[in-house]
């Protein structure tokens, strides 16, 4: 197999409106730390193929389509060849016009953000060469993550409430797969990280990457590598554990339940704990051998999209925002992406790996590629119809919530597409 990779930064000229948190008018002129764009592009003999990770809360189905279109053109990859991926952080400028409610839209970021991707791919084009791959699978034991439950009793304003409590009754998707790509003398070049967990240290008014920029840090420092990239899962209800760390406030006292030492400590104590527990977990294999291209590939690659319309029915315009977006992507015979653009419950990835263990394969779920339909919630959350995920969907800009009978098509096309 060949592969490429590139990087470019895509920190926005300030000021600007920042996504994330349910807010309007975070505009700030601050930059905590550099947004970041990652690309790896790869020949697997049969295809080739392109993943882009960015350092933003999401993009839009419409600015995908369009990225991939141009891709096609200028590089020669086809659309269902590419993912965009984006890192989920809440510190990035937003750039979907259906979801104004998040912040609102620079049009001049966003036409400088397409001709830095543009580029990025370019140069991973012209790397190209010889790489083998191996990949490791750890639990995240110890690693403060927790199952969010966002309706419960907020004894602050006596009646129920929105907010992230932990819901330690149900199990979540808590494994760490790290994908370690090597040159021909065995020397790590790269790094693949997926996890599935909300990057929500930072809720103050400036530019940062959130743990994301963090971790990399320290998987650099781990593993002298240039290029990593941090592939979010299926957070949708998955994120940091608060109750582990020094809490902020009384009011977090209050709904958590526990003040492990002081409230008064700094966000940047917690993350950089968060995220050196994190690094130590990722681990790869230590015996790196070269093996055959054949051992790695083989015509039995896929690429495939589905999408569908959950209010219209027979509506598949794939750069319609209300168009939920499936998209298997084979890296080679052995590892699958399987990327869903939207804010995905982890029930899903639980069952998209299931699939896999029986068929002996690896599925990679990642949330927030390929665009942004808004919250896709499981079963449960549906049926008690009362969690802030089941009722965003005004957020942004659909005809309604979600129905019983849209999340079983996603787990119907999860079954046809794995």
Same mark, same amino acid.
């Given at each position: 197999m060949k592969i490429g990779f590139s990087e470019i930064d895509i920190t926005p000229i300030m000021p600007t409106d920042l996504g994330g948190y349910?807010?309007? #008018?975070?505009?700030t002129n601050d930059v905590n730390d550099n947004l970041k764009a990652f690309v790896l592009v790869f020949d697997n003999l049969t295809y080739k193929g392109c993943i882009i990770n960015l350092d933003l809360i999401w993009i839009s189905n419409s600015f995908s389509y369009m990225i991939k279109n141009e891709i096609e053109k200028i590089c020669g990859i086809k659309p269902n060849k590419i993912i965009i991926a984006a890192t989920h952080t809440h510190s990035s400028p937003q750039i979907i016009e259906t979801a104004s409610?998040? #912040?609102?839209?620079?049009?001049?970021y966003e036409n400088s953000l397409m001709k830095n991707i543009l580029s990025c791919v370019k140069q991973a084009l012209l790397k190209l060469h010889n790489c083998k791959i191996k990949v490791r699978i750890s639990e995240s034991e110890e690693l403060p993550i927790i199952k969010r439950n966002t309706l419960g009793f907020d004894f602050i304003k006596m009646k129920k409430s929105f907010f992230s409590s932990p819901d330690d009754d149900y199990k979540f998707d808590d494994e760490i797969i790290s994908i370690g790509i090597y040159n021909e003398s065995a020397e790590i070049i790269a790094i693949l990280i997926n996890l599935a967990v909300h990057p929500v240290f930072h809720n103050?008014?400036?530019?940062?990457?959130?743990?994301? #920029?963090?971790?990399?840090?320290?998987?650099?420092? +781990? $593993? %002298?590598? +240039?290029?990593?990239? $941090?592939?979010?899962?299926?957070?949708?209800?998955?994120?940091?554990?608060?109750?582990?760390?020094?809490?902020?406030?009384?009011?977090?006292?209050?709904?958590? #339940?526990?003040?492990? /030492?002081?409230?008064?400590?700094?966000?940047?104590?917690?993350? %950089?704990?968060?995220?050196?527990? @994190?690094?130590? /977990?990722?681990? @790869?294999?230590?015996?790196?051998? @070269?093996? %055959?291209?054949?051992?790695?590939?083989?015509?039995?690659? /896929?690429?495939?999209?589905? %999408?569908?319309?959950?209010?219209?029915?027979?509506?598949f315009k794939i750069d319609d925002h209300s168009q939920i977006i499936i998209h298997r992507l084979d890296f080679n015979d052995k590892i699958s992406f399987i990327c869903v653009n939207g804010e995905i419950f982890s029930e899903f990835s639980l069952r998209l790996k299931s699939i896999a263990k029986k068929n002996k394969k690896i599925f990679i779920p990642l949330g927030y590629s390929n665009g942004m339909f808004g919250y896709i919630p499981d079963f449960r959350s549906i049926k008690t119809a009362n969690s802030y995920?089941?009722?965003?969907?005004?957020?942004?800009?659909?005809?309604?919530?979600?129905?019983?009978?849209?999340?079983?098509?996603v787990n119907d096309i999860f079954d046809t597409i794995c």
């Open positions: 349910n807010s309007v #008018g975070r505009w409610y998040y #912040g609102s839209i620079d049009k001049e103050k008014n400036y530019i940062s990457s959130d743990f994301i #920029g963090v971790l990399r840090h320290y998987i650099n420092k +781990k $593993f %002298n590598t +240039k290029y990593v990239f $941090f592939l979010q899962g299926f957070c949708g209800d998955i994120r940091p554990d608060y109750r582990a760390f020094n809490m902020r406030s009384v009011k977090n006292f209050i709904r958590y #339940g526990k003040l492990k /030492k002081s409230f008064s400590s700094e966000i940047i104590e917690e993350e %950089n704990e968060f995220c050196k527990l @994190l690094a130590s /977990k990722i681990k @790869l294999p230590k015996n790196i051998e @070269l093996i %055959n291209d054949q051992q790695y590939s083989s015509s039995s690659c /896929k690429a495939i999209i589905k %999408n569908f319309n959950p209010y219209v029915e027979n509506s995920e089941y009722n965003s969907w005004k957020n942004f800009s659909q005809d309604g919530p979600l129905t019983l009978k849209a999340i079983k098509t």
